[in-house]
C-alpha cells in the first residue's frame, strides 16, 4: 500500500465517523484509531487493490428506562406531596455527627428555613433547609450514601 493510499483511507475513516479501521494484507497490517468511541472495523483484505466495505454508522443508543426516582415522583404528585430534592451532588447525612441524633424523623413536623439533612460535597458540608412547612412523610434516602442532583431526599406533606 502506498502512502498515498494511507493518506486518502485516513481521510476516509475521520470523515466516515467511525472510532478505528484494522486493515490486514498478506506484507502489513494497518489499523487506525481516532479519538470517537462508535465503531470499530476489522478489515481482512485479501488482494491489495480491493475496495473497502462501506461504513455503516453505530446505531443511536436506546433512550433509558425510567427509574424508580419516578415513582416516588408520581406518588408525591397523588397525595399532595412535596418532594424536597438535593440541590447538589454529595454525601447526605441525616445529622451532624454519628453522635448526634438526626435532624428529622418520618412524622415529624418541620418549619420553612429548618435544616433537615447536610450533604458534603468537596470536603465542605451543606445545610439542607426546607422551603416548606409540613410534616416528613418519607425520607427517600440512606444516611451517609452518595445522591445525585435533583434526587428526592424528603417527601413532605404540606401545612
Do not use: H, W
Request: charged share 25%; net charge negative; hydrophobic share 40%.
Amino acid at each position: 500500500m502506498e502512502i498515498k493510499e494511507i493518506q486518502d483511507l485516513i481521510k476516509f475513516v475521520a470523515k466516515s465517523g467511525v472510532s478505528e479501521v484494522s486493515i490486514e494484507r498478506d506484507d502489513f497490517k494497518i489499523t487506525i484509531k481516532t479519538g470517537k468511541e462508535q465503531t470499530v472495523i476489522n478489515t481482512t483484505l485479501p488482494a491489495p487493490q480491493a475496495a473497502l466495505p462501506p461504513v455503516q454508522p453505530a446505531p443511536a443508543p436506546e433512550a433509558p428506562k425510567p427509574s424508580a426516582g419516578k415513582e416516588d415522583k408520581a406518588e408525591a404528585t397523588e397525595q399532595n406531596l412535596v418532594t424536597i430534592k438535593s440541590p447538589m451532588i454529595g454525601t447526605f447525612y441525616r445529622s451532624s455527627s454519628p453522635d448526634n441524633p438526626p435532624f428529622v424523623n418520618v412524622g415529624d413536623e418541620i418549619r420553612s428555613g429548618q435544616v433537615l439533612c447536610i450533604i458534603e460535597a468537596m470536603k465542605l458540608f451543606n445545610e439542607i433547609e426546607s422551603e416548606v412547612a409540613g410534616r416528613i412523610v418519607k425520607i427517600l434516602a440512606e444516611d451517609a450514601s452518595p445522591v445525585e442532583y435533583d434526587q428526592p431526599l424528603f417527601l413532605v406533606e404540606p401545612l
